[in-house]
């Protein structure tokens, strides 16, 4: 690779930078003594010739690392605060409630799944149903090992969120993984708002 020269106007801009900078004078910058590293402390057992006990300098505490780990979906759906009737939740979550209407998401992908979510959900909101069920499936594991994680069930994940959010979100009441006789944890129970 070959440099090019610089124009005579580069030139003058540089010698302008170099004419204000002042050469700096290592000696008075840099202190090799605050960059020493520190003494080792010279530590001598002592013994208590009244106890004949001998201490040294305490260890070290090992610490376990501290990771703050995002709480899975289920977890994050249980510690959501209840929004409907505390006996109505209760009844759905024990799978006692019939869903009055569902839909399968299994082997869509994002785009088509949203769309169809949103359709479903408007359409049961408008005519009046309470209790739908949205079967996402538990999803495949598709991690080949690489250097970015891939999610284990995306559409699973994926469902809640498009939930609360606009258009969605003024007609969803509550969310909660389903009961095991509905699907458990690749269905969702979705409480809609009355219609007004």
Request: aromatic letters at 6%.
């Amino acid at each position: 690779m070959t440099r090019r020269k610089l124009g005579p106007d580069e030139i003058a801009l540089w010698q302008k930078v170099a004419d204000r900078t002042e050469r700096l004078n290592l000696q008075e910058t840099f202190d090799p003594a605050a960059y020493a590293p520190a003494p080792k402390p010279k530590s001598k057992p002592t013994v208590d010739l009244g106890k004949l006990v001998t201490t040294y300098p305490p260890k070290p505490v090992a610490r376990k690392p501290g990771y703050d780990l995002k709480p899975t979906l289920p977890d994050q759906l249980q510690k959501s605060p209840v929004q409907m009737d505390q006996k109505t939740f209760g009844k759905m979550t024990r799978g006692k409630l019939k869903p009055e209407g569902r839909i399968d998401l299994h082997g869509m992908t994002l785009d088509r799944a949203h769309a169809a979510l949103i359709k479903f959900v408007l359409r049961a909101h408008g005519s009046g149903k309470r209790l739908v069920l949205v079967i996402t499936g538990k999803g495949k594991n598709r991690d080949e090992g690489g250097p970015i994680p891939v999610r284990f069930g995306v559409l699973r994940h994926q469902v809640p969120q498009w939930l609360s959010s606009p258009p969605l979100a003024s007609s969803v009441l509550q969310v909660s993984e389903a009961h095991v006789s509905h699907g458990g944890g690749g269905a969702y129970y979705v409480y809609l708002r009355r219609k007004r």
